[in-house]
């Protein structure tokens, strides 16, 4: 199944799926830290280009279409569900970082718990953003651009920007807060 | 020149500043130790959360096998298909046009059953030169398609 774009160039469902798959499944995974949803998301993002590539839908830039409709996806099941949220609950509140594991001379078990519940940390403070916030993050992690990220999640460009400083301060302030809840020895 | 406002400092650092105004900051930074500061520090603070949004990553990645939707699998008789010959098909359609041309005949005579109070009654024929018991009559004859119903009315004269 292959069809041209406007420039000439030729899109294979194969080719998209072996480069972007798991791009696209890691994507989902850091929004919803489920790795079954990310799986049933990546393959319901690629049944839409399978059946998008024959019916000549324009797609000039295959990889932002991926991410768009993934981006989309995640985003109707994070409204319908609000699940994930609930679950993220659930780990427990008090860690410590790998920089503090580092300058208490933690051995590779240790320090591998404390990345563990690090990136529980992450999570749990990235759940408590709104969940259009979450994707935007995730979308800047890619390195989409803003006007990339605004067209995608059908907001304004300036407003790509804020979302981005305010969840870098509220994540960088919660993880502080968290970690001085054991002691304040960082 | 006004120092960088924190929405410029962001995109001063995600590098969406149009060529010109990336210029004009990059010449107020080489000028300004408090703004060169500003973005060091919220250079290593964006590469920091970067590095902790990369860490929700997965251990592990699934395989890459892609579940195709199942299509609805037409089934085909291996039998070749026998069709009657023409002259059968054009003789069941002639005894049709036949059947629906009679019984369109048919509904258009008038039915006696259903005739309303104004439709003809059956032929009446007066037969003269009757005679009923040696004495001059008039004989009477109702005529009707339906045998049963024909009768004889004679009265005297």
């Not at chain 2, 902790?52 to 579940?67: D, I, N």
Request: glycine share 4%; charged share 25%.
């Amino acid at each position: 199944m292959r069809r041209k774009n406007k420039t000439g160039q030729t899109h294979s469902f194969d080719a998209l799926f072996d480069r972007y798959y798991h791009n696209i499944y890691t994507f989902v995974y850091g929004i919803s830290g489920n790795a079954e949803t990310s799986e049933d998301l990546s393959q319901e993002t690629f049944l839409k280009l399978y059946h998008a590539l024959p019916a000549n839908l324009p797609i000039e830039n295959p990889r932002a279409w991926l991410y768009r409709v993934a981006a989309n996806l995640t985003l109707n099941l994070l409204k319908r569900e609000k699940k994930f949220r609930d679950i993220l609950h659930e780990f427990p509140a008090d860690t410590v970082t790998t920089e503090y594991a580092s300058a208490n001379g933690a051995g590779p078990q240790e320090r591998d718990y404390i990345k563990h519940q690090e990136t529980q940390l992450v999570r749990r403070q990235l759940a408590l953003l709104p969940e259009r916030d979450r994707v935007v993050l995730m979308l800047y992690r890619e390195g989409f651009s803003y006007a990339q990220m605004a067209q995608m999640m059908d907001i304004k460009k300036n407003a790509v920007g804020v979302i981005i400083s305010r969840a870098i301060d509220k994540l960088e302030k919660n993880v502080k807060k968290n970690t001085e809840n054991i002691g304040g020895r960082l | 020149m006004k120092c960088l406002n924190p929405s410029t400092i962001r995109k001063y650092i995600d590098n969406e500043l149009t060529p010109s105004r990336r210029r004009k900051w990059d010449r107020h930074l080489q000028s300004c130790p408090s703004c060169r500061e500003t973005i060091q520090r919220e250079t290593q603070r964006t590469a920091a959360f970067k590095a902790k949004l990369t860490g929700l990553s997965p251990k592990t990645l699934p395989e890459k096998v892609f579940r195709k939707p199942v299509e609805p699998v037409r089934m085909r008789s291996t039998r070749p298909v026998s069709r009657p010959p023409f002259k059968y098909w054009a003789a069941a359609a002639a005894v049709t046009v036949g059947v629906l041309l009679s019984l369109f005949l048919l509904l258009q005579q008038p039915q006696n059953n259903d005739a309303g109070p104004d439709s003809p009654g059956p032929a009446r024929v007066i037969l003269t030169a009757a005679k009923l018991d040696g004495q001059p009559a008039e004989a009477v004859m109702f005529t009707d398609p339906d045998p049963e119903m024909t009768v004889f009315w004679i009265t005297r004269q």
